[in-house]
């Protein structure tokens, strides 16, 4: 077998361990998100993320932002307001329009999504040592950045960028 079949062999190898992790993944976040303490559904979550996010802001923008019909996001904003994750405030230049934010209990409600989130990577990655999660970190960072360029047509970073966000990430996210 040549360097190219293997190669795509190995690429098919992959795809197929990446679906498996989406869909585990997405299953593990579900469970996360249905704790008693959490109680938010997936466009929910997804919902105060983006409006953490993007600040005060529109509906429009943010069907935008989290590619939702605006009926549909009504019906989640709506929910979150009742259950006082987000309010609405009046834009300070144009008094007809309505924006949404977060309320100091969404951000509470957010920080415990995170922990859970954490508190279960911790749990993951509990048998990899710290050379393999450095090492993680930066093929799931070379990923992301592959996946970023074929949405947008962009260029790939070289290895020495890529290691430079690896390295550093942690510290400039805490």
């Not at 993320?49 to 600040?55: E, H, K, L, N």
């Not at 009504?74 to 987000?86: A, K």
């Not at 957010?110 to 710290?130: C, G, K, N, P, T």
């Not at 970190?137 to 962009?154: A, K, P, T």
């Amino acid at each position: 077998m040549n360097e190219t079949e293997t190669r795509t062999e190995y690429i098919a190898a992959i795809d197929d361990v990446i679906r498996q992790i989406t869909w585990q993944s997405h299953k593990q976040l579900l469970q996360t998100l249905n704790r008693p303490a959490i109680s938010l559904t997936m466009p929910q979550m997804v919902t105060l993320f983006a409006i953490r996010d993007a600040g005060t802001c529109r509906m429009s923008e943010l069907a935008e932002i989290t590619q939702q019909s605006a009926g549909t996001l009504t019906g989640i904003v709506d929910r979150l307001i009742e259950d006082h994750l987000v309010g609405r405030v009046r834009d300070h230049e144009d008094r007809r329009v309505v924006q949404v934010t977060l309320t100091a209990h969404g951000e509470e409600r957010l920080a415990q999504v995170e922990q859970a989130r954490r508190e279960d990577m911790e749990r993951i990655l509990q048998h990899f040592d710290f050379g393999q999660l450095i090492d993680l970190e930066l093929l799931l960072r070379q990923l992301l950045q592959g996946i970023h360029d074929l949405l947008s047509g962009g260029t790939l970073l070289d290895q020495h960028q890529v290691a430079s966000a690896a390295v550093y990430s942690p510290l400039q996210q805490a």
